[in-house]
C-alpha cells in the first residue's frame, strides 16, 4: 500500500510565534517529525503542508517535501486538520498521485519515534481501522470528577460511583495529539477508530511557552541529557 506522511505547519501561530521551525534542543522542532516519519520507511511521500516560505524551506533542509503551499482557505484560523487533509489529498490527485493511507503528524511532536509509527501502522492495517489515533490514560478515574460552582463548592459529577473503589472503574483515556492514521478515501469521516496506547512520559501538548520548557524537560530526562 502506498502511504502518506502530511506535517501540517500553519506558519500564523499565535501563542508561540513561529512555533514550527523554533529551535527544540539544537533544532527546528518540526525537524524531528520529518525524520521520525523517514526513518520509518512506511511512506512513499513526506511532505509538509505549509502557507510560509520560510518552513517550506526548513521542511526541505530535513528532508521532506513541499510540492505545493496551503491554501488561504486552509491557512487561517478556523481550517481543521481535517481541511487540510482533503486539500492535500486533492491537489496530489490533480498532479496523478494517488495514495492508500495518509498519516497526519503534527509538527511539534519531538517524542514521536519511527517505532511507534510503525507500530501503529501495524494495528491500524492488521485491525482494518477507518482511522487510528495515540491515546493515554487518564491517570486519574475520570468517573470521580468534580464539577466547581461560581462559590467554590464541589460537587461529584458522577455521585453514583462517589465509593466506588478505583479498580472498579473503566479505564478511561485521552487523545495524545501527535499523529493520526487514516485512509485516503475516507480521511476522517470513517466511523471505526483505533487506538494505540502510549505513556504520558512521551506525550506533551506544545501550545505555551510553559509546555514548551516542559517538553525540553521531558526530553532531557527520556534522552539522559
Known sequence: MK?????????????????????????????????AALKSGLFEEVMVSTDDAEFASVAKQYGASVPFMRSDKTANDYATLSDVIDEVIEMYKDRGQEFDNFCCL??????????????????????????????????????????????????????????????????????AGLFYWGTCALGFKGDRWGGYEIDESVCQDIDTESDWRMAEMKYKLLNNQ
Not at 6 to 33: D, L, Q, T, V
Not at 128 to 154: G, K
Not at 155 to 173: G, I, V
Open 3 to 35: 502511504n502518506l506522511c502530511i506535517i501540517p505547519a500553519r506558519g500564523g501561530s499565535k501563542r508561540i510565534p513561529r512555533k514550527n521551525i523554533k529551535p527544540f534542543m539544537g533544532k527546528p522542532i518540526m525537524a524531528y517529525s520529518i525524520e
Open 106 to 175: 503534527l509538527s511539534t511532536a519531538p517524542f514521536v519515534t519511527s517505532e511507534q509509527l510503525k507500530e501503529s501502522y501495524d494495528v491500524f492495517v492488521e485491525q482494518h481501522f477507518d482511522s487510528l489515533r495515540p491515546v493515554v490514560r487518564f491517570d486519574f478515574p475520570i468517573q470521580r470528577a468534580f464539577r466547581m460552582s461560581e462559590d467554590n463548592t464541589v460537587s461529584f459529577m458522577h455521585p453514583e460511583h462517589m465509593n466506588t473503589r478505583s479498580q472498579d472503574l473503566e479505564k478511561a483515556y485521552h487523545d
